[in-house]
């Protein structure tokens, strides 16, 4: 079966074989196209998107040239007609594969399926978010255009893959994993000063380790960053957190 991927570079994968493409047009189309998963997307939204300026005059017959070129491409590799896999559709574009072709749909059903597990079955929840996790092989949309609706599309997934990772977390706090997780969480938390969750997450696993100092520190520090860097106060979780650790509130076991 052949799989889109775009959690990374953008590339095809065929029976085990890696298909470059040389083309950013090109890589840029079909990421596009797989994330649109079946939905045609329009000639216009595609032009916008690879020439914003429209300084190209006939960027109507660009774009259809980098589709000829996708559907060669695709045609060569899985020996099915190019213009079935990707299809025409009204005045637009539609790419007709598998939904598990597509990395980032495999990616969203094993985070939503993890996410609902993460309560009432943390060691289930472990296992479909790490699978999640496995399919990504660097930044989101990696090689195509420095387009607006590229940007949203990464930024989108980069999201949803930060959200995977603190449902794995409070998975594996759930599961007693509270040590395991400390250096992860440390590293998190500096890097992402805006999600307060990675700082809770951090100063549970410290307080149940045994370290309600490193905990709070953990507060006074997220406190110094979100001020300094974005002009905000602690959110309300993170302050009750805090004041739970300082009188050893049960409910924290």
């Not at 395991?180 to 938390?189: F, G, K, Q, R, T």
């Not at 549970?204 to 045994?210: D, F, K, P």
């Amino acid at each position: 079966m052949i799989e889109i991927q775009v959690l990374g570079p953008v590339t095809i994968v065929h029976e085990d074989r890696r298909i470059e493409m040389s083309s950013t047009r090109v890589r840029t189309v079909l990421a596009l196209l797989a994330l649109s998963w079946r939905t045609p997307l329009r000639f216009e939204y595609l032009m916008d998107e690879l020439w914003p300026e429209r300084s190209l005059g006939n960027a109507r017959n660009a774009l259809q040239a980098s589709m000829l070129r996708l559907r060669r491409l695709l045609e060569e590799v899985t020996g099915r007609p190019g213009d079935e896999l990707v299809r025409t559709v009204g005045g637009g574009y539609l790419l007709d594969v598998h939904r598990d072709a597509v990395d980032a749909n495999r990616f969203i059903d094993l985070v939503e399926r993890g996410s609902q597990h993460v309560e009432r079955d943390p060691e289930l929840a472990i296992s479909l978010l790490r699978q999640a996790l496995t399919l990504w092989r660097g930044s989101a949309l990696t090689g195509v255009s420095d387009g607006p609706r590229c940007r949203a599309e990464a930024a989108r997934l980069e999201e949803r893959l930060l959200s995977a990772r603190e449902d794995l977390i409070t998975a594996r706090l759930a599961s007693g994993e509270c040590r395991a997780v400390v250096s992860e969480l440390a590293e998190l938390s500096l890097e992402h000063p805006e999600r307060e969750r990675f700082s809770e997450q951090l100063m549970l696993a410290l307080y149940r380790s045994g370290r309600q100092t490193e905990a709070l520190d953990v507060f006074h520090h997220a406190r110094k960053r979100l001020a300094s860097e974005l002009g905000l106060e602690p959110g309300r979780a993170l302050r009750e957190l805090y004041q739970a650790i300082l009188v050893h509130d049960k409910v924290l076991g």
